[in-house]
């Protein structure tokens, strides 16, 4: 299997049920968006998922995971650190390979961060380390992606860019994401969460955003 | 050995009390041996003593060679079994003080330098060049047989510190280690007092193939029982007078075997004029 | 700006560290590294079979030295808060400060050498020995605490409110939490201090513990031993509430803190003994001073320092190694809890005594004495940043294993590393001094050869020189401290 499946699934956090009732299958090929409000389940459904084949699948989660002292080029190989030997990583910890630092030199500049790549993360803006963390989860080089917003802090041209990078280098993909426009322009399809249930599931081009508008009650708007 | 350590304790922390000093006549030895069997050894001492004077006498015993002369000048003991410098040393730090008695063998003592067996050096008249280099432990800091008289022979027949001399210098702590350390190799070359190196021989507890002796060097004046100078005025007129007198008819065998010595002879300060010199000659004591 | 400062600290924290490490190196030539013994194996077999098959001595003996043991460490250390209470109230005055500062620079033993001389080998020497250091630690301590405490509620007393009232309404509530607390963890400290008084002769587990294992009587000194471990682990549960008072009394019970005072020798040491020679003699004091210093001030101070240096440094990658192993990022339940069982040993043990017994198995040389500093610290160092990167929350796809150390945990812990290595330099120092008693030929040889020679006027010398030097090392770390930016931390004894 390389999708996902959830069937008549409960998801707890801390003894408490927060998703109830999941039926969720999604298969190889499906670029998925969630949407819903802050605090609706978005993570612990990502979590779920990833839960169940966590080797295949390019993990960004929402709280970046940086290492502040490790210069960026660092953070962005740690990606693959179950990939080689121990002993290889550590090479490349004192001294990177040329091979490795070619190629996470060409993804650093398609993230934008070709000019930083020997700065501890600690110095970077708040966008720049939300790149290098969407970075690192690109460097894994998985058939999956899973991104709990991972371009939510970046500034929407170049998250738009992102995204489609995403889209490119991955089979499946399924996003948390709050831009409704963007999930709408990235994805084929579109789970909206509220109150706890799944309140819609349904290809992207089939939804208007008078559909989506129910998801957030709390919105003044 | 638990009744031994349980006196051993009760002594140790009895020290700590002021009040029982008052009326008592307290006494101490230099820990120039097995600990374990100093208040084995002096306790009957003591029993004797208190027997011969008609007031309590009490053995305490002490850490180390510093700490006898330390508990003599805060009057913590009143009378101490001191080495030749340990004697020097507390006398010159409580005037009046004397020395009254030293074992028929102290006024002509010896050291022994002692050798593992893996250095080649064999016994000699003399010391020799041999000597260079290897490395050697001394006693206590303190000692006059462990470190005194052996440093300065060293000295005079070198004409440099044994620091130099030596690649390596150690202070063991006491006579007994010094032999444990020598035997077992950690030290190639030690210094240390004839008469506990033959008492242990006798009693078999060394391993003479390990280690033997390879020169012993020229007599000198060692150790003395001395008494502090307020003693008659404490204890009564002349009381100074009896303890000597106590000393020197001690004959039981089973009494001398605590020091090893034969017998008691009366000593003076000017006894240890000699000893005193050698430790303002080596740097160890500043003239006065 | 932040940034720029930030970037220095990245690039300076390595540099620093890479300093360490070859000032290390630069010291190794004039270290004395050598196995001495012809045999160790056998010693070790001895000391072995004496830790698991322990001859007991009585109840008595052993309770004895227990409750002296326990007596010596809590009248020294209230007497040691009390008067340390007293001068942190007045911190902010430099005099103040450098008193404190001159107090905590020697060492409990050396106080102890000095106390013997005034008060002979009684209770008041002993609890002087560990109050008075205390006093200068605690007045450091509590002072800072002071400075620490929230100035509104002070700045909004009326206005003529006195100072003690202003102290007693505001500031000492304000503080009062981390005060006791740090009262309490010093008591643990305060335990260690009094075992090791037994070593020149105080009544402790230290006197048996010594004369035992220094003539090789391994099993009648391994319930000692453990009575120390057990005495110092188990703390932190009987050790609190109304326990505390109730110890102290016990304390003034057992051994009351008196001494024969001896008005005459106390005047004699004072104006006399403690005078240089040639002043007392009226020589010239020169070529007295220049014996000294070529003698043993300049040596001593070498021997220190680089004993210090590789001290410090095999601490440091002792900590670095261990920590993983009481870390819940790393290992199961089950190593974590050997591995936090061993640490607590070596961080129990004083260091005295591991010098001890590691020059006992290595014969002498300064090796025993850098494996004792090393494993000591080492082991305070591993707890403590074993228990920082507990707080540590790690990415669900965090590597594990080696790569979850290096790239993960170890430079997330770098900076705290570094800082708590500082801290301990000046300890470090501090304990190289007093292994100078084994024989190893640091300054505090040369003071305890002045002692036992009773010249008391080059022991106050050194004395004087040894606590320079802490000072000196202490004001080095502070100020590195501050380059780096690394913030204040937990004291640790």
């Not at chain 2, 006059?144 to 690649?167: D, I, K, V, W």
């Not at chain 2, 029982?225 to 008659?232: C, Q, Y």
Request: with cysteine; glycine share 8%.
């Amino acid at each position: 299997m390389t999708g996902f499946r959830l069937q008549q699934a409960a998801l707890t956090v801390g003894g408490q049920t927060v998703l109830h009732d999941l039926d969720i299958t999604i298969r190889p090929g499906e670029r998925v968006a969630l949407l819903g409000e802050s605090g609706a389940g978005k993570t612990t459904l990502l979590r779920a998922l990833r839960e169940q084949q966590p080797n295949r699948i390019a993990w960004c989660p929402q709280q970046p995971g940086l290492v502040p002292v490790l210069p960026v080029f660092h953070n962005l190989y740690m990606g693959r650190l179950d990939q080689y030997a121990t002993a290889y990583n550590l090479l490349n910890l004192i001294r990177p390979t040329p091979a490795r630092r070619r190629e996470v030199t060409e993804l650093a500049d398609r993230l934008g961060l070709g000019d930083q790549l020997w700065k501890p993360v600690e110095q970077l803006s708040g966008g720049q380390q939300s790149r290098v963390n969407l970075g690192r989860a690109l460097y894994q080089q998985r058939p999956l992606f899973i991104g709990d917003e991972p371009v939510s802090a970046i500034d929407e041209r170049q998250g738009a860019d992102l995204l489609t990078l995403i889209c490119e280098q991955h089979e499946t993909v399924v996003l948390a994401l709050h831009n409704i426009d963007q999930a709408l322009a990235h994805c084929n399809r579109i789970i909206g969460i509220r109150a706890g249930r799944v309140a819609f599931d349904s290809p992207s081009d089939q939804l208007t955003s008078a559909d989506i508008k129910p998801l957030y009650p709390s919105d003044a708007s | 050995m638990n009744r031994i350590t349980k006196t051993l304790c009760v002594s140790i922390a009895s020290l700590l009390t002021p009040a029982v000093l008052a009326d008592t006549f307290v006494f101490t030895a230099i820990p120039d041996q097995d600990e374990r069997q100093l208040t084995e050894r002096f306790g009957k001492i003591a029993d004797y003593l208190e027997q011969q004077l008609e007031v309590d006498v009490q053995y305490i015993p002490v850490k180390s060679y510093s700490a006898a002369v330390s508990a003599f000048r805060s009057d913590q003991v009143q009378m101490a079994w001191f080495g030749g410098l340990t004697g020097v040393q507390a006398r010159q730090l409580v005037p009046g003080s004397q020395a009254i008695a030293q074992g028929v063998e102290d006024t002509a003592f010896i050291s022994y330098f002692i050798a593992h067996e893996s250095t080649g050096l064999a016994p000699a008249d003399s010391l020799t060049d041999t000597l260079r280099g290897k490395s050697f432990t001394f006693g206590s800091k303190g000692s006059t047989s462990g470190r005194l008289m052996p440093e300065f022979y060293l000295r005079e027949q070198f004409g440099e510190a044994p620091e130099t001399l030596f690649n390596r210098v150690g202070f063991s702590g006491d006579h007994s280690r010094t032999i444990a350390l020598v035997e077992s190799g950690a030290y190639d070359v030690g210094a240390v007092n004839y008469a506990v190196w033959d008492a242990g021989v006798e009693a078999g507890d060394i391993d003479t193939d390990a280690v033997q002796v390879i020169w012993e060097t020229p007599a000198y004046p060692d150790y003395q029982w001395t008494i502090r100078g307020d003693a008659d005025a404490r204890f009564g007129d002349g009381f100074t007078q009896r303890v000597q007198q106590a000393l020197l008819d001690m004959t039981d065998p089973d009494l001398l075997a605590a020091f090893p010595r034969s017998g008691f002879i009366p000593a003076t300060n000017a006894d240890y004029a000699p000893i005193e010199a050698t430790a303002v000659t080596i740097g160890i004591m500043d003239a006065q | 700006m932040t940034t720029r400062l930030q970037l220095r600290d990245t690039g300076a924290m390595r540099r620093t560290t890479g300093l360490f490490i070859l000032l290390a190196l630069l010291c190794l030539p004039w270290a004395d590294i050598a196995v001495h013994t012809l045999d160790p194996g056998r010693e070790l077999g001895r000391l072995a079979q004496g830790l698991l098959w322990p001859q007991w001595p009585t109840t008595r003996t052993l309770a004895e030295a227990i409750a002296s043991t326990l007596a010596f460490a809590f009248q020294g250390v209230a007497l040691g808060a009390i008067a340390g209470f007293g001068l942190a109230l007045l911190y902010r005055r430099r005099a103040v400060r450098w008193l404190a500062a001159s107090l905590r620079a020697v060492h409990e033993l050396f106080w102890a050498l000095l106390f013997i001389q005034l008060f002979g080998l009684s209770t008041l020497a002993g609890v002087l020995a560990i109050a008075v250091p205390y006093a200068g630690i605690f007045a450091k301590v509590y002072g800072e605490l002071f400075e620490e405490t929230d100035p509104a509620p002070r700045q909004a007393l009326p206005a003529n409110a006195s100072r003690l009232s202003s102290l007693m309404f505001t500031t000492l509530p304000q503080a009062w939490p981390n005060l006791a607390a740090y009262t309490r963890y010093r008591l643990e400290c305060g335990i260690r201090s009094s075992a090791v008084l037994g070593f020149i002769g105080l009544p402790t587990l230290g006197y048996h513990l010594e004369s035992l294992l220094r003539q090789g009587f391994y099993a009648e000194a391994a319930p000692f031993f453990y009575a120390l471990l057990i005495l110092i682990a188990t703390q932190h549960r009987w050790c609190r509430g109304w326990m505390i008072p109730a110890m102290l009394l016990a304390a003034l019970w057992w051994l009351p803190p008196v001494a024969p005072v001896n008005g005459a020798l106390i005047w004699q040491f004072l104006t006399h003994d403690i005078v240089p020679a040639p002043l007392r003699s009226g020589m010239d004091a020169l070529p007295w001073f220049m014996d000294l210093w070529q003698g043993q001030l300049w040596p001593g101070l070498i021997n220190t320092l680089v004993l210090a240096m590789l001290s410090l440094v095999v601490m440091g990658l002792l900590g670095v190694m261990l920590f993983p192993t009481v870390s819940r990022l790393f290992g199961n339940r089950w190593t974590r809890g050997l591995s936090h069982g061993v640490l607590v040993i070596l961080r129990s043990l004083p260091e005295y005594l591991l010098a001890f017994i590691a020059l006992i198995l290595l014969g002498p040389s300064m090796l025993p004495a850098i494996i004792a500093l090393g494993l000591h610290n080492g082991a305070i160092i591993a707890h403590l940043i074993g228990q920082y990167s507990n707080t540590l929350v790690l990415r669900d796809d965090a590597a594990r294993g080696l790569n979850r150390y290096f790239f993960e945990v170890l430079p997330r812990q770098f900076r705290l590393f570094l800082a708590f290595s500082l801290y301990r330099f000046e300890t470090v120092i501090r304990e190289t001094a007093i292994l100078g008693m084994l024989g190893i030929p640091t300054l505090g040889f040369f003071i305890d050869s002045a002692f036992a020679e009773f010249r008391f006027d080059r022991a106050v010398m050194l004395l004087v020189a040894s606590a320079v030097l802490n000072i000196a090392v202490d004001g080095c770390a502070r100020i590195i401290r501050r380059r780096l930016h690394l913030q204040q931390q937990v004291q640790v004894c």
